[in-house]
């Protein structure tokens, strides 16, 4: 399995660099993250998205749709295009440290 490091920690990743074991994930990791996807700073609204990835992987296994994004995490589909223009779902799960969610490409 390969492996990256963010914030001088070794993490587990699977081939698309997506996070195999969320638990190794930190705060401090997701600015580097966010870096590499092109987004220069994470502001409050990256971080309402972000915590909600978290809370609903640890709930149900898997990370929200766009859709559920725009309509249960108080930031609207269309400002989660701003936010995260490679795709929202994808690359916010990437960035909070939660694997690929189910249904993305």
């Not at 559920?68 to 960035?95: C, D, W």
């Amino acid at each position: 399995m390969p492996t990256t490091t963010y914030d001088n920690t070794g993490v587990p990743i699977d081939d698309e660099g997506f996070f195999t074991d969320p638990a190794r994930w930190t705060e401090p990791m997701a600015e580097q993250i966010a870096k590499e996807a092109g987004i220069d700073a994470l502001t409050d609204r990256h971080w309402i998205v972000i915590r909600f990835m978290r809370d609903q992987y640890a709930a149900k296994g898997t990370g929200p749709t766009v859709r559920v994004l725009g309509k249960v995490s108080g930031v609207s589909v269309k400002e989660l295009y701003q936010l995260f223009p490679k795709g929202p779902a994808k690359t916010a799960a990437k960035i909070a440290g939660i694997p690929k969610p189910r249904g993305c490409i």
